[in-house]
């Protein structure tokens, strides 16, 4: 008998119409039913062919996995909000300063889930941003000074002096115009990148996990969405308003903007180490040290960046916090911290 059982006349005519059947001629299901049995632990499908699929759900995981699987996103180079969920917790060892989290944790340096996990669950914590505002103005004095010269005559010569004196000097805390969750993920390639495959945010993760750098850094960038520059006229504007003449500074400084990992290597303990940014600066080794750690180490491909919204437009933060603005420059308020309203 052949391998292959040969097909009947009426089989084979059957076949022969299936294949030549044109794609709109496929039938289209409007429904397919629900399940009525709910205290079943199986769940019934009904399949356009009348019958009945039953899948077992008896062995499924009842509770999530540890950390979110990356794999399971889809390749692209922005990543929304609504297409993950934040994790519950993060095993890895961190350290904190006043502007970044940042881990030398093992898995994370290797694992691109665990990286991803890791990312996704600081970046539930929302930067802060505040509004420096200083007005400063130069002041020069004329000093009269004796000299003698080798020969042990004196003279008087007039020295100018200048120096930076502050007006006033004050900082707006905006951090609750910060929407509480980030919106989207994008990944900023360098230059020299071919777009788009690896300019994707998972393929700047996974070209850091591949690295074996032993200086190897990732780092995601917490971006707040406010037209600073828009808010920085402004306020100048305003701030002119009440005659004063002189320079006026305008920042708007973040904290907690950062999201970093390292390598898990002693060379990366040891670059990074307090200890050691403070000896190279007394020592000034760090002028021949520093060119050389920016050159041996890597920074993989591309960053990852981010995005908060705001509540509330620039022009609505402007408005309702002008007469504080306006009552400390007139008053030359220096040190006062206000929170924008």
């Known amino acids: 008998m052949s391998k ?3 097909l009947s006349s009426d089989d084979d005519d059957a076949a022969q119409s299936a294949v030549e059947m044109p794609q709109h001629a496929l039938p289209v299901y409007d429904s397919i039913a ?34 979110f699987n990356v794999s399971s996103i889809p390749r692209q180079r922005v990543l929304l909000r609504s297409q993950v ?17 940042l881990t030398h944790d093992s898995d994370v340096a ?12 600081y970046i539930a914590e929302k930067p802060t941003m505040k509004v420096k505002i200083r007005g400063t103005h130069e002041e020069t004095h004329t000093e009269m000074r004796t000299v003698t010269d080798s020969n042990g005559r004196t003279r008087t010569e007039s020295h100018e002096t200048s120096k930076t004196v502050t007006d006033f000097n004050f900082t707006l805390d905006v951090t609750n115009y910060v929407s ?15 777009e788009p495959e690896l300019g994707e945010w998972r393929a700047v993760i996974e070209a850091f996990t591949r690295s074996e750098n032993p200086l190897k ?34 920042d708007f400084p973040k904290s907690n903007d950062t999201v970093t990992a390292l390598a898990d290597s002693d060379l990366s303990h040891c670059a990074n180490s307090f200890v050691t940014k403070v000896l190279c600066f007394l020592s ?14 890597n920074n993989v491909t591309g960053q990852l960046h981010a995005y908060y919204l705001c509540e509330g437009t620039e022009m609505e933060f402007v408005s309702r916090n002008m007469a504080v603005i306006l009552h400390a420059v007139t008053h030359r308020k220096i040190g006062e911290k206000y929170v924008a309203v």
């Open 217 to 250: 850094e990732i780092h995601m960038h917490k971006e707040i969405e406010w037209d600073v520059k828009q808010i920085r006229k402004w306020l100048e504007a305003a701030i002119r308003t009440t005659g004063y003449c002189h320079r006026v500074h305008i």
């Open 85 to 101: 969920h934040t994790p519950v917790s993060c095993s890895a060892e961190i350290q904190r300063t006043s502007h970044s989290v």
């Open 34 to 67: 629900a399940p009525t049995d709910t205290g079943s632990s199986s769940s019934s499908r009904c399949c356009p062919d009348g019958s009945d699929t039953r899948i077992d759900f008896a062995d499924a995981p009842i509770e999530p996995p540890s950390y």
């Open 4 to 6: 292959y059982a040969k």
């Open 180 to 194: 509480e969750t980030w919106e989207r993920i994008e990944a900023a390639p360098k230059r020299e990148m071919v």
């Open 284 to 297: 000034c080794l760090w002028i021949l040290f520093w060119p050389l750690f920016m050159l041996v180490r």
């Open 110 to 121: 290797s694992n691109p889930d665990a990286v991803f996990n890791y990312f996704l669950f």
